[in-house]
């Protein structure tokens, strides 16, 4: 099978102006990907799946992945500009300049392809919304590969990305009524927590919500 | 077709959508809400049933009724604490799912798997298959009306491989066996002794539930060409498994993918001809017969040596950063488990592939047309666990 | 004409006695015995399963196993049959509601077993955020049986804990059970879907949230 470089290249030259980059996968797997500009998706989606060579006839798994904004603190060292009467030997001076920036974040959706004619795969394609508040649309795969049909629903209803051009998209596993996307990493889920018998760091941390702390009790009232 | 349906020019062909028009002779559309709590449904599933007169017209899976947060509690332990759980997605086969999830692990850390673990794997998946689909055998039968007898045999071949795994594995059902890098024991050789048993008798059970089934009348009523599904919208709409090779596409991760050491195995991948729930059935069989032909090779050639890589880490697995997407053929279909490590003790992203869920996106196409029965028996074959299909 | 003296009281009989009876041919009962003795031995089960813990349901009901040996084989497919809701297995807080709709549906005398660790407080999926964190929290509940799944032995065991409580129970006075009492409803308020957890997330009048003060 075509290496995703090679795989882009074809993309780029099918589509001019479209945003495809391969991003690398650092780990053994070695499984890399193909980021997707979110305008042209649906076209290369269905270009990727009736290219002769490639044939990804089926869209094995659809995936969200919650991207949270945070925040980086660069370090910029800058070469201080020697000043004239200074020692020629010594070493040039060096401002460090600590940067924060804000990488803003993102909802991403991963698409698994196969090939079930040619027995290859995966191709993986991501997409990226272009925040988490408003604008979380992604146009929908459904239409080229319907195994995208129940899990673009559940990206929908755990992540909370809207997919336009999907045929039925609403909750597909919390009910109709719920606000929230659960499975987005700031997601505070409901208090209806109690002790449990074997507590663990994050069960602590969820009694010490629960519980609040007693206000300064007697000393002969206080519990063991 | 009835005379009234005759005269509102109503063609009943399978995989067409009826539609009710206005005329006196012509009833209401009826909208049955099937489940959560329905005999049929195998579990807390639900099916939004549009009918006219016994007609599907339209018909949605509602899910979500045993969404117990699977993944969301993935990626709040570690990659080991996940390993129980995955017991409990498809709960009839803890073993499969252990196996893709150590897959999927072992994909991620680049953890190498010793030869015997790799048999051994092999040993319980199959046994794992010859499990599912005797059980499954039993409830499409419950599903056609025959209550009760076919289930009792199926669950007393059922006991014997749980008695095996609990031997093994110290539970029946929930076995937390597999390792990242290997297995967790190492059977005795009384244990080999009496899976082989098993395995050499399993032939005969089969001979004998398919001389009461396979060729029963009112089976072969009941379900040859009931919920017809064409291999191009099979492949397209991501079934997998029996599902997808009842249908005639020869698509079996055992083959394609080649792991485990599975290459080194010989079997066959039966294939049907109509993608109908009769063809679904009997491919269960013919996996059977296979699976027992690749539990005696590799009882046979079980080697020895150690059963998990020695530089193995479980606890406190720290994987680099990166992502794996790993995959093997369960009973239900392809299983995977996609995993993002940030190099931290617990995934960043843990989901699961599960097979079921995905090959429900065919259940309308597959049920329209048909009688509402036959939604049932279709349901029936399609083989969900609804712990998988709403995680 | 003086008074007769009163009649002695009828002197108890011990439990051997009436066995000696019943060896030579005398059945002694109460009313209240043999309406037990009936009830307790004919326990129908409403045929219903959530999750994991109802395969070991059905794995009770075969051959192996053999519910039937303690009258408990008629699996009802309606509640309005059924006598012993087994909930069995994790119920969600998307399910909850279909719960509780189903054990006011079953008539009185009705009895629920909470079967597993995911029934009685969640289990392994306490920490989920769709996850009902007990059934007692809804409907009331006569018998605990722990495990991940429990064993069908242990469902059996359960079944015959429910058996002697039926057998205990008195059919007058204060200390009646609930369907004897006109004035006690078999019936519990059905919680429904809010924006973010079930309204009201627990029926207070069955279960209220242990009072643990933080020591600290």
Not at chain 1, 23 to 34: F, R
Not at chain 1, 123 to 149: F, G, K, Q, Y
Not at chain 2, 207 to 230: C, F, H, K, P, S
Not at chain 3, 161 to 173: D, N, P, V, Y
Request: hydrophobic fraction near 40%; aromatic fraction near 8%.
């Amino acid at each position: 099978m075509e290496t995703p470089g090679q795989i882009r290249d074809r993309i780029l030259a099918r589509f001019s102006g479209a945003e495809v980059t391969v991003v690398t996968n650092p780990g053994p797997a070695a499984q890399h990907s193909l980021l997707v500009g979110a305008a042209h998706a649906t076209a290369i989606a269905t270009f990727l799946r009736d290219d002769p060579v490639l044939q990804l006839d089926t869209c094995s798994n659809v995936t969200g992945v919650d991207w949270p904004g945070r925040e980086i603190v660069e370090t910029v060292r800058q070469p201080l500009a020697p000043e004239e009467d200074a020692d020629p030997a010594a070493p040039p001076g060096v401002i460090e300049e600590k940067i924060k920036r804000l990488v803003p974040g993102s909802l991403e959706v991963v698409y698994h392809l196969y090939s079930v004619a040619l027995k290859h795969g995966p191709v993986i394609l991501r997409l990226r919304t272009a925040d988490r508040a408003a604008n979380v649309t992604l146009p929908s795969l459904t239409p080229v590969w319907r195994a995208c049909e129940f899990q673009e629903r559940e990206v929908f209803d755990l992540y909370g990305v809207k997919f336009t051009g999907h045929p039925d998209l609403r909750r597909i596993l919390m009910w109709d009524e719920f606000q929230h996307h659960p499975m987005r990493k700031d997601y505070v889920e409901p208090d209806d927590y109690e002790w449990e018998p074997t507590p663990h760091d994050a069960v602590l941390t969820k009694a010490r919500r629960h519980y609040p702390a007693p206000p300064a009790a007697p000393e002969e009232e206080s519990t063991p | 077709m009835s005379a009234a349906g005759e005269l509102a020019g109503l063609s009943a062909a399978p995989g067409t959508t009826v539609r009710a028009v206005n005329d006196p002779f012509h009833g209401d559309l009826l909208e049955v809400s099937m489940g959560p709590h329905h005999p049929s449904t195998h579990g807390v599933f639900r099916m939004m049933v549009t009918l006219d007169g016994e007609t599907v017209v339209k018909l949605k899976p509602v899910f979500g009724y045993l969404h117990r947060n699977h993944e969301k509690l993935g990626e709040n332990t570690t990659y080991l604490g996940s390993m129980p759980y995955t017991d409990r997605l498809d709960y009839l086969n803890s073993m499969t799912n252990n196996w893709a999830y150590a897959l999927a692990v072992e994909k991620l850390s680049g953890q190498p798997v010793p030869e015997r673990a790799e048999y051994l794997r092999i040993i319980l998946a199959e046994l794992t298959r010859l499990l599912n689909h005797t059980c499954l055998a039993g409830f499409l039968l419950q599903d056609t009306g025959c209550s009760g007898t076919p289930l009792m045999y199926a669950f007393r071949e059922r006991e014997h491989i749980l008695d095996l795994f609990e031997a093994l594995s110290g539970s029946r059902m929930m076995c937390n066996y597999q390792r990242f890098g290997g297995c967790r024991v190492d059977p005795t050789p009384g244990w080999l002794a009496a899976a082989a048993r098993l395995v050499d008798g399993y032939g005969r059970f089969l001979d004998e539930y398919e001389a009461l089934i396979t060729g029963n009348e009112i089976l072969m009523a009941r379900t040859q060409g009931v919920g017809v599904l064409q291999p191009d919208l099979a492949v397209n709409a991501g079934a997998t498994g029996p599902m997808l090779r009842a249908c005639g596409v020869d698509y079996d991760l055992r083959k394609v993918d080649g792991y485990g050491f599975y290459p080194r195995f010989e079997f066959r991948v039966p294939l049907g001809d109509h993608g109908d729930t009769y063809d679904r059935y009997m491919i269960r069989v013919l996996e059977m017969r296979e699976s027992i032909r690749i539990l005696q090779q590799a009882l046979r050639d079980l080697p020895a040596g150690p059963i998990i890589d020695a530089k193995a880490k479980n606890r406190g697995l720290r994987p680099k950063a990166g992502e794996a997407y790993g995959r093997i053929e369960g009973p239900k279909g392809e299983i995977g488990f996609y995993l993002i490590s940030d190099g931290g003790p617990n995934p960043y992203r843990y989901r699961v592939r599960p097979p079921s869920f995905i090959n429900l996106t065919v259940l309308e196409d597959m049920c329209l047309g048909q009688t509402v029965a036959d939604a049932v028996v279709i349901l029936g074959s399609v083989d969900i666990v609804l712990g998988e299909v709403d995680r | 004409m003086s008074e007769a003296p009163p009649a002695p009281a009828a002197p108890e009989i011990t439990a051997a006695e009436r066995d000696e009876l019943r060896r030579h041919g005398i059945l002694l009962t109460s009313l209240e015995e043999l309406y037990n003795w009936g009830r307790s031995n004919s326990v129908w089960p409403l045929q219903f399963g959530l999750a994991c813990c109802a395969i070991e349901m059905i794995a009770a009901s075969m051959a192996r196993f053999d519910i039937a040996r303690f009258g408990s084989e008629v699996f009802r497919p309606s509640p309005r049959q059924a006598d012993l809701l087994i909930v069995s297995g994790t119920v969600t807080k998307k399910m909850a509601p279909q719960v509780v709709r189903l054990w006011n549906q079953m008539p009185e005398p009705k009895y629920c077993i909470a079967m597993g660790a995911c029934a009685i407080s969640g289990g392994p999926f306490k920490q989920g955020y769709n996850v009902l964190k007990g059934i007692d929290r809804f409907i009331p509940v006569d018998v605990y049986i722990p495990g991940c799944p429990p064993r069908p032995e242990a469902l059996l065991h359960g079944l015959m804990q429910l058996q002697e409580q039926i057998r205990a129970q008195k059919i007058s006075g204060p200390e009646a059970p609930r369907h004897l009492r006109p004035e006690a409803s078999g019936e519990f308020p059905v919680p429904e879907f809010g924006g973010s957890d079930l309204v009201p997330p627990r029926n207070p009048d069955l279960w209220e949230p242990p009072t643990i003060v933080r020591a600290e």
